[in-house]
Protein backbone atom coordinates (compact mmCIF):
# COMPACT_ATOMS: atom_id res chain seq x y z
CA UNK A 1 0.00 0.00 0.00
CA UNK A 2 0.93 3.85 -1.15
CA UNK A 3 2.46 5.60 2.10
CA UNK A 4 0.28 8.70 3.11
CA UNK A 5 3.68 10.86 2.20
CA UNK A 6 3.75 9.20 -1.28
CA UNK A 7 0.22 9.96 -1.60
CA UNK A 8 0.36 13.20 -1.23
CA UNK A 9 3.26 13.72 -3.55
CA UNK A 10 1.49 11.86 -6.14
CA UNK A 11 -1.36 14.09 -5.87
CA UNK A 12 0.77 17.46 -5.59
CA UNK A 13 2.46 16.15 -8.93
CA UNK A 14 -1.30 15.91 -10.38
CA UNK A 15 -2.50 19.15 -9.25
CA UNK A 16 0.16 21.43 -11.17
CA UNK A 17 -1.23 19.71 -14.26
CA UNK A 18 -4.55 20.45 -13.05
CA UNK A 19 -5.88 16.39 -13.73
CA UNK A 20 -7.69 14.27 -11.56
CA UNK A 21 -6.64 11.33 -10.08
CA UNK A 22 -8.85 7.95 -10.85
CA UNK A 23 -7.56 5.12 -8.15
CA UNK A 24 -8.22 1.95 -10.29
CA UNK A 25 -9.78 -0.35 -7.61
CA UNK A 26 -10.55 -3.39 -9.58
CA UNK A 27 -9.35 -6.84 -7.58
CA UNK A 28 -8.59 -4.80 -4.55
CA UNK A 29 -10.28 -5.73 -1.21
CA UNK A 30 -12.53 -2.75 0.51
CA UNK A 31 -9.67 -2.46 3.31
CA UNK A 32 -7.82 -1.50 1.16
CA UNK A 33 -9.84 0.76 -0.44
CA UNK A 34 -11.09 2.42 2.38
CA UNK A 35 -7.05 2.91 3.55
CA UNK A 36 -7.28 5.33 0.71
CA UNK A 37 -10.55 6.74 1.31
CA UNK A 38 -8.92 7.82 4.67
CA UNK A 39 -6.07 9.44 2.99
CA UNK A 40 -8.97 11.85 1.06
CA UNK A 41 -8.83 10.04 -2.04
CA UNK A 42 -12.73 9.85 -3.42
CA UNK A 43 -12.64 8.99 -6.84
CA UNK A 44 -12.46 5.24 -8.11
CA UNK A 45 -12.42 3.10 -10.95
CA UNK A 46 -13.52 -0.73 -11.42
CA UNK A 47 -13.83 -2.61 -14.80
CA UNK A 48 -16.24 -4.97 -13.87
CA UNK A 49 -19.90 -3.96 -13.54
CA UNK A 50 -21.14 -6.62 -10.74
CA UNK A 51 -17.94 -5.67 -8.57
CA UNK A 52 -18.13 -2.23 -8.90
CA UNK A 53 -21.92 -2.71 -7.73
CA UNK A 54 -21.33 -4.80 -4.76
CA UNK A 55 -18.10 -2.72 -3.43
CA UNK A 56 -20.16 0.67 -4.18
CA UNK A 57 -22.74 -1.34 -1.24
CA UNK A 58 -20.25 -1.34 1.19
CA UNK A 59 -18.28 1.55 1.08
CA UNK A 60 -19.14 5.41 1.81
CA UNK A 61 -21.85 7.24 -0.49
CA UNK A 62 -20.08 10.28 -1.01
CA UNK A 63 -17.55 7.89 -3.53
CA UNK A 64 -17.61 8.78 -6.65
CA UNK A 65 -17.77 5.93 -9.20
CA UNK A 66 -16.19 5.66 -12.73
CA UNK A 67 -16.22 2.53 -15.32
CA UNK A 68 -13.10 1.76 -17.24
CA UNK A 69 -13.93 -1.22 -18.59
CA UNK A 70 -15.08 -2.67 -21.55
CA UNK A 71 -18.79 -2.96 -21.61
CA UNK A 72 -21.29 -5.79 -23.10
CA UNK A 73 -24.60 -4.45 -24.41
CA UNK A 74 -26.34 -6.96 -22.05
CA UNK A 75 -24.84 -5.37 -18.89
CA UNK A 76 -25.14 -1.49 -19.90
CA UNK A 77 -28.06 -0.76 -18.52
CA UNK A 78 -27.01 -1.54 -15.05
CA UNK A 79 -24.37 1.15 -15.09
CA UNK A 80 -27.32 3.75 -15.57
CA UNK A 81 -27.61 5.75 -12.52
CA UNK A 82 -24.82 4.20 -10.76
CA UNK A 83 -21.93 5.85 -11.53
CA UNK A 84 -20.12 8.71 -12.34
CA UNK A 85 -18.44 8.60 -15.26
CA UNK A 86 -17.98 5.72 -18.18
CA UNK A 87 -14.81 6.08 -19.65
CA UNK A 88 -15.52 3.11 -21.76
CA UNK A 89 -17.69 3.95 -24.59
CA UNK A 90 -16.53 2.24 -27.93
CA UNK A 91 -19.74 1.53 -30.07
CA UNK A 92 -22.82 3.30 -30.91
CA UNK A 93 -24.63 0.29 -29.64
CA UNK A 94 -23.75 0.65 -26.07
CA UNK A 95 -24.40 4.72 -26.69
CA UNK A 96 -27.99 3.64 -28.01
CA UNK A 97 -28.75 1.24 -24.75
CA UNK A 98 -27.64 3.98 -22.08
CA UNK A 99 -29.24 6.74 -23.75
CA UNK A 100 -32.37 4.81 -23.91
CA UNK A 101 -32.20 3.54 -20.21
CA UNK A 102 -31.28 6.57 -19.09
CA UNK A 103 -34.26 8.71 -20.68
CA UNK A 104 -36.35 5.93 -19.05
CA UNK A 105 -34.73 7.02 -15.55
CA UNK A 106 -34.65 10.68 -16.52
CA UNK A 107 -31.38 10.75 -15.47
CA UNK A 108 -27.88 12.02 -17.25
CA UNK A 109 -25.12 9.56 -18.03
CA UNK A 110 -21.62 11.16 -18.11
CA UNK A 111 -19.58 9.08 -20.74
CA UNK A 112 -15.86 9.37 -22.57
CA UNK A 113 -15.44 7.79 -25.86
CA UNK A 114 -12.78 5.18 -25.85
CA UNK A 115 -10.83 5.76 -28.79
CA UNK A 116 -8.05 3.13 -30.16
CA UNK A 117 -4.56 4.51 -30.30
CA UNK A 118 -2.42 1.32 -29.50
CA UNK A 119 -0.81 -0.17 -32.10
CA UNK A 120 -1.40 -3.19 -30.19
CA UNK A 121 -4.29 -5.15 -31.61
CA UNK A 122 -6.11 -6.65 -28.25
CA UNK A 123 -6.92 -3.20 -27.29
CA UNK A 124 -10.74 -1.87 -27.33
CA UNK A 125 -11.56 1.48 -28.27
CA UNK A 126 -13.28 3.57 -31.21
CA UNK A 127 -11.29 3.35 -34.29
CA UNK A 128 -11.33 7.56 -34.67
CA UNK A 129 -12.74 7.31 -37.80
CA UNK A 130 -15.79 5.51 -37.70
CA UNK A 131 -16.54 7.61 -34.60
CA UNK A 132 -16.44 10.76 -36.87
CA UNK A 133 -18.09 9.56 -39.80
CA UNK A 134 -21.07 8.47 -36.96
CA UNK A 135 -20.88 12.28 -35.49
CA UNK A 136 -20.89 13.56 -39.17
CA UNK A 137 -24.29 11.59 -39.93
CA UNK A 138 -25.93 12.74 -36.87
CA UNK A 139 -26.14 9.63 -35.31
CA UNK A 140 -25.51 10.90 -31.65
CA UNK A 141 -27.99 14.09 -31.90
CA UNK A 142 -30.99 11.74 -30.59
CA UNK A 143 -29.02 10.61 -27.62
CA UNK A 144 -29.87 13.55 -25.15
CA UNK A 145 -29.61 11.67 -22.33
CA UNK A 146 -25.46 11.32 -23.04
CA UNK A 147 -23.56 14.13 -21.89
CA UNK A 148 -20.24 13.56 -23.49
CA UNK A 149 -17.31 14.76 -21.62
CA UNK A 150 -14.14 13.85 -23.70
CA UNK A 151 -12.52 10.87 -24.78
CA UNK A 152 -10.30 8.44 -23.05
CA UNK A 153 -7.27 5.88 -24.88
CA UNK A 154 -4.67 3.65 -23.91
CA UNK A 155 -1.24 3.39 -24.87
CA UNK A 156 0.53 0.31 -26.08
CA UNK A 157 2.16 -1.73 -23.02
CA UNK A 158 5.40 -0.99 -23.73
CA UNK A 159 8.76 0.43 -22.36
CA UNK A 160 9.10 2.54 -25.35
CA UNK A 161 8.77 5.74 -24.36
CA UNK A 162 8.64 7.47 -27.70
CA UNK A 163 5.54 5.10 -28.70
CA UNK A 164 3.70 5.84 -25.88
CA UNK A 165 4.37 9.56 -26.49
CA UNK A 166 3.39 9.45 -29.87
CA UNK A 167 -0.15 7.77 -28.79
CA UNK A 168 -1.00 10.08 -26.35
CA UNK A 169 -0.41 12.75 -28.65
CA UNK A 170 -2.60 11.17 -31.00
CA UNK A 171 -5.52 10.76 -28.48
CA UNK A 172 -5.44 14.56 -27.81
CA UNK A 173 -5.20 15.58 -31.66
CA UNK A 174 -8.33 13.36 -31.73
CA UNK A 175 -9.63 15.30 -28.65
CA UNK A 176 -8.73 18.77 -30.54
CA UNK A 177 -10.70 17.43 -33.65
CA UNK A 178 -13.48 16.39 -32.04
CA UNK A 179 -13.92 19.38 -29.84
CA UNK A 180 -13.59 22.09 -32.65
CA UNK A 181 -15.98 19.84 -35.36
CA UNK A 182 -18.79 18.47 -32.85
CA UNK A 183 -18.21 19.90 -29.27
CA UNK A 184 -17.12 23.46 -29.51
CA UNK A 185 -20.76 24.44 -27.92
CA UNK A 186 -19.76 22.23 -24.93
CA UNK A 187 -18.34 23.06 -21.82
CA UNK A 188 -18.46 19.60 -20.64
CA UNK A 189 -16.55 18.24 -23.70
CA UNK A 190 -12.98 18.69 -21.93
CA UNK A 191 -11.31 15.66 -20.40
CA UNK A 192 -8.75 13.45 -21.57
CA UNK A 193 -8.69 10.74 -19.67
CA UNK A 194 -4.81 8.67 -20.44
CA UNK A 195 -2.31 8.03 -18.60
CA UNK A 196 -1.56 4.66 -16.02
CA UNK A 197 1.04 3.70 -12.94
CA UNK A 198 3.62 3.49 -16.07
CA UNK A 199 3.35 5.82 -18.38
CA UNK A 200 0.93 8.52 -16.40
CA UNK A 201 4.46 11.31 -16.05
CA UNK A 202 3.59 10.96 -19.90
CA UNK A 203 -0.12 11.12 -20.42
CA UNK A 204 0.59 14.56 -18.09
CA UNK A 205 3.25 16.12 -20.00
CA UNK A 206 0.55 15.69 -23.32
CA UNK A 207 -2.92 16.93 -21.43
CA UNK A 208 -4.33 14.17 -19.76
CA UNK A 209 -6.71 15.63 -17.23
CA UNK A 210 -7.76 12.17 -15.65
CA UNK A 211 -4.77 9.36 -15.04
CA UNK A 212 -6.11 6.06 -14.23
CA UNK A 213 -3.91 4.63 -11.49
CA UNK A 214 -4.30 1.31 -10.07
CA UNK A 215 -0.94 -1.09 -9.07
CA UNK A 216 1.23 2.21 -7.63
CA UNK A 217 -1.28 2.81 -5.43
CA UNK A 218 -2.21 -0.56 -4.09
CA UNK A 219 1.28 -2.44 -4.41
C1 LIG B 1 -6.27 -1.63 -14.69
C2 LIG B 1 -6.52 -0.42 -15.47
C3 LIG B 1 -5.83 0.78 -15.18
C4 LIG B 1 -4.77 0.91 -14.11
O1 LIG B 1 -3.62 0.20 -14.45
P1 LIG B 1 -2.33 0.17 -13.48
O2 LIG B 1 -1.25 -0.29 -14.37
O3 LIG B 1 -2.66 -0.80 -12.40
O4 LIG B 1 -2.13 1.54 -12.96
C5 LIG B 1 -6.14 1.90 -15.95
N1 LIG B 1 -7.06 1.85 -16.93
C6 LIG B 1 -7.74 0.73 -17.23
C7 LIG B 1 -8.74 0.76 -18.32
C8 LIG B 1 -7.48 -0.44 -16.51
O5 LIG B 1 -8.16 -1.56 -16.82
Given at each position: ???????????????????????????????????????????????????????????????????????????????????????????????????????????????????????????????????????????????KNLNICGVMGMATLTSDVRLIESEFQLLYKHFQILKDNYFSDSIAFRE????????????????????????????
Amino acid sequence: MITLDDFHRLTNELDEYDAQLLAVSKTQPIDQILHLYRFGQRIFGENRIEELLDKQGQLPQDIEWHFIGHIQSKKAAKLVGKVAMIHSLDRIKIANILHENAAKQSTIVNVLFQIKIAQEESKYGYPIDSLLQELEDGAYTPFKNLNICGVMGMATLTSDVRLIESEFQLLYKHFQILKDNYFSDSIAFREISMGMSQDYPIALRHGATIVRIGSTLFK
